[in-house]
């Protein structure tokens, strides 16, 4: 069955610091894969997909994450943190071959401290 | 460009009260429609999504249920709030036929059932 992890609930970083999040998952095929960005009481906004090709993909906001079939992860990460970097993260797979859905992860919160 | 409006913003109901959440998306046909449920750490929860006029599919049994009345158009509803049904509520949509490619979300809607 398919399935999206985020190892991490919370996470904090100080402002400049590296960072980044964990998303495994569980796809029976190439899966199409998304991290998004939820800040307080709004709803979520794409911050990258990775369809096929180049295994590095660049996003919004400065944010990047590596596919990496062999452990099945898409990490994402940012070099430099910004206090407006404070938000949920969520992992999607979307499950384009069963004529479903998306699966999400349970989300990583960030906390920037200054 | 395609947009997507969800309201109300907020809303507090008693138990045992209707409710009707609205969703409507503009600038796109044929759109497949989702409506999801957040609730405190536990990610997202897929309730309804429809790929057509009329045409709506469950994900999980419970006291919701959603319409499709027109292209653009997703309505979920109950007869009878519970307490366990507050949360937030989101709709989200994607290009009709391309099954988990890429989803955009409206704003939510946090329900507080009392």
């Known amino acids: 069955a398919q399935s999206v992890t985020q190892p991490d609930i919370h996470i904090t970083v100080s402002e400049g610091a590296s960072l980044e999040l964990r998303c495994n998952y569980s796809?029976?095929?190439?899966?199409?894969l998304f991290w998004y960005v939820q800040s307080p009481g709004q709803g979520l906004q794409l911050l990258l997909k990775y369809f096929s090709g180049d295994t590095l993909v660049q996003g919004i906001k400065g944010f990047e994450a590596e596919f990496k079939r062999s452990q099945s992860s898409f990490n994402l990460r940012k070099p430099s943190v910004h206090w407006s970097d404070a938000a949920e993260y969520f992992c999607?797979?979307?499950?384009?071959?069963?004529?479903?859905?998306?699966?999400f992860g349970t989300g990583t919160s960030l906390t920037v401290i200054p | 460009s395609q947009t997507i409006h969800q309201w109300p913003a907020t809303l507090v109901q008693p138990v045992g009260s209707p409710l009707s959440l609205e969703c409507t998306v503009e600038g796109t046909s044929n759109p497949n429609l989702y409506w999801y449920r957040q609730a405190a750490g536990r990610g997202l929860q897929l309730l309804f999504y429809s790929v057509g006029i009329g045409q709506i599919s469950s994900e999980v049994p419970q006291n919701l249920s959603a319409s499709r009345p027109q292209d653009r158009q997703f309505i979920l509803s109950s007869k009878k709030l519970l307490l366990s049904d507050s949360g937030f509520y989101l709709c989200a949509w994607e290009r009709g036929g391309r099954w988990g490619t890429e989803a955009f979300f409206g704003q939510g809607t946090r329900l507080t059932v009392v």
């Open positions: 796809y029976g095929a190439t899966p199409y």
């Open positions: 999607a797979v979307g499950a384009g071959d069963t004529g479903n859905q998306f699966y």
